[in-house]
């Protein structure tokens, strides 16, 4: 599984 790619996308919603 591809971590990196779920973290970005969790920090992305935390910025937003």
Do not use: A, G, S
């Not at 970005?8 to 910025?15: G, V």
């Amino acid at each position: 599984m591809i971590l990196l790619y779920i973290v970005e996308r969790w920090k992305n919603m935390l910025i937003t």
